[in-house]
Structure formats: structure tokens, C-alpha cells
């Protein structure tokens, strides 16, 4: 937020107030409407995934899910804290801590194919008018796409050459070892080893059920492109309906990579700084600038973590697992 306030020092304030009050708010209810829709159906996601006969997740307990997750993302540098908030909701669900931190990690992956996609379908349609125009920035995104990259085909080796990712893995930690003591080491190896092959195992059963991963991929497509559609609407609030909504997603797709390499929590200062430089070719008033990036962090960000506060307050239902099974042992005994 101190990044937005030292952003309106340089800001007429009577322009900025009477953008303020002359914007479409009906549009900005929208944007709104959208960020908390596309996490509801990170919900129908996490039920897809989850839900295959042994295991049930009610929509109640699978919606609290990515809402958590967003409030933990926002509040720890590099979104760390997002997955273990999850791993926590999985469990206060019922749903068995192994399976819960194999079927997060599936998510993941799902999730960044999903993104890598988009992006690379942005990478053909708008990097080289962003490469001529902000050559800094291009660095920036493609040291995003880099880092992406580099976490899918880590994902993909344990999924599809298991054993080479093992022996790959003691190569690649062997120095760690230099500079450790020999058991916090061992502890350690022991540990990736684990999650190694917790991930390879639901992997192996999720490449089984292809038509639920399908499912996963599509929805998960879906809630981005709803996600990136933000900035539009944001727009549209601002009295800008001239612009081409494919190019303000495909602006939003390459913040979205840009913020992902910045250690801090909500990726603070390359979020403001890439919004700012990209948007400026639709904002060009500096007044409606800043008043735009204050409106998108708001949605984007504050929107997530508040209500992200608000599902940690709604206790899971903790029978979500044992549902099925008590069902059937009704009817057995009928």
C-alpha cells in the first residue's frame, strides 16, 4: 500500500477525486464478483480432483480451500505459505494427509501448465510490441517464464522418469551436504524422498482417471482466463470501453509472471511497477493511472486476503471424508 500512497504524490488529487466519483461502479461490483467467482470455482477444482469414489469432499469444505490458500499467499514472501494453508484446510476436511499433499501438488502442476500455457499463448500475440516498448520489463517476463518452466519440468521428471529424478536428486543435493551437519542432511533427503514418492504415486493413479485431469485442466483454464479478464472490467469502470479485452489479459498474463519472481508477499513492487508501465498504453492520464493500479491491487489481492480471513473463520465440516461411509454401512445393515 505504501507503494500506491508514494504513487499518488505525484498524483493531481482534484483529477484523481473526481475520477473517483465519476467511475462505473456497477463495473468495479463486477471485477469484484469475478476474483471471488474465479476462487469458487478453484473450489469445483479441488472437488474434481479430490472426489473419486473412496474420498469426498463436500463443496463447503473444497471451497474453503482456495480462499485460505489466497490469504496465506498473500501474507508470505514468494505465496509459500499458500500450500501448507491448504495441506491444513485438506485435513480439517477429513481427507488423509498424504493424499491431501499428493492431490495439492497435482493441482500445482495442473495449475502452472495452465498458466504456462496462457502465457505462452501471450508470449504470440503481445511480447514483441512489450519487447520494443519496455525492453526492461521483457527481461522481467521472461525471467518469470524461466522460473515456471523450470518448476513444471521438475514436476513432469517425477512424473514421468521416476527414477531418474531420484538419482538426479542425490546428485543435485550431494554439495547441500557439504554444508550441513550429517543428520539435519539425512533428515532432509529423507523428507524430499518422501514427497518424491507421495507425488509419483497420485500422479500414477491421476494418469489413470484421464477424464477427471481433463476436467481439472479445463476448469483450471476457465478460472484464469476469468481471473485475467480483471483489468478489463477495471477499465470499463474507468470509462475505457474502446479497449481490446484480449490485449489488457494478455497484458495481466505477463504481470502475473513478473510478480511471481519477487520475494515478497503479494509480489509488492513489481506489481505496482509492471501494472503501471504496461497499463500506461490505456491509461494514459496519470490520475486514472494510479487510481487503476489501486483498484486492481485492491481487487486482486485485498479482495482474496480479506476473504481468505473470513473462510478461516468458518469451521470445516469434519465428517466431509466419512460421509460415503457411513451411507454404506447403513445400507448393509438395511
Known sequence: MGILFFELRTVNMAHFWRDLLNMNWWWLLVAIAIMIGQLCLEGVIMQVLTNDGKTHLSYHNAVRVPFIEQLFNSITPFSSGGQPAELIAMMQSGVEA???????????????????????????????????????????????FVTHLFTIATLLLIMFW???????????????????????????????????????????????????????????????????SIPYFVLLALGHSDVNPFSVMSMHVMIVMITSIFPIPGGTGGAEYSFRTLFSTFLPNASQLVLGMLLWRFITYYVGMFSGVVALAVPAHKDAEQAPKKSAEVDNNA
Open 98 to 144: 498424504g493424499k491431501s499433499s499428493s492431490l495439492l501438488l497435482m493441482k500445482f502442476v495442473i495449475y502452472q501448465l495452465a498458466v504456462l500455457v496462457n502465457f505462452v499463448l501471450t508470449m504470440i500475440v503481445g511480447f514483441s510490441t512489450v519487447a520494443q516498448r519496455f525492453s526492461g520489463l521483457a527481461w522481467l517476463i521472461l525471467l518469470g
Open 162 to 228: 521416476y527414477k531418474f529424478t531420484k538419482r538426479l536428486l542425490k546428485i543435485v543435493m550431494t554439495p547441500v551436504g557439504w554444508f550441513m551437519h550429517k543428520e539435519r542432511f539425512t533428515a532432509l533427503m529423507e523428507n524430499l524422498d518422501r514427497k518424491i514418492d507421495t507425488f509419483y504415486e497420485e500422479s500414477q493413479r491421476l494418469k489413470k482417471e484421464k477424464k477427471r485431469v481433463a476436467k481439472a485442466v479445463v476448469l483450471t483454464m476457465i478460472q484464469l482466463l476469468i481471473y485475467y
